[in-house]
Nanobody
């Protein structure tokens, strides 16, 4: 069983920055792709960014390209999402998730169905 715990959310003004963290336990962190998703009230859960196990491949939603950066520290079993130049439309609950692919799959998945373990989410609110 994998446990994922997100932290770092909060209230920030438009143009500000936040860094989300996702601490993993219960299974080897390295070897698995990871992703960040977000869900606003009344909307579907959408991919924000994803990263392969090797760090060699990343994916970003068009809406966050150039502003957000996904990274991972396998020694700390932690996934990060650096969010800069935040906008009110970034307001959502942010979730991290682990890929259900077999270990060492060197690609990235963008569909929520490709992920099996999820954190409880952290709220990000951007005021205008």
């Amino acid at each position: 069983q994998v446990q994922l715990v997100e932290s770092g959310g909060g209230l920030v003004q438009a143009g500000g920055s936040l860094r989300l963290s996702c601490a993993a336990s219960g299974r080897t962190f390295s070897g698995y792709g990871m992703g960040w998703f977000r869900q606003a009230p009344g909307k579907a859960r959408d991919i924000v960014a994803a990263i392969s196990w090797s760090n060699s491949r990343t994916y970003y939603a068009d809406s966050v390209k150039g502003r957000f950066t996904i990274s991972r520290d396998d020694a700390k079993s932690t996934l990060y999402l650096q969010m800069n130049r935040l906008k009110p439309e970034d307001t959502a609950v942010y979730y991290c998730a682990t890929s259900r692919r077999a270990p060492w799959f060197n690609g990235v998945d963008t569909e929520a169905t490709a992920y099996d373990y999820w954190g409880q989410g952290t709220q990000v609110t951007v005021s205008s």
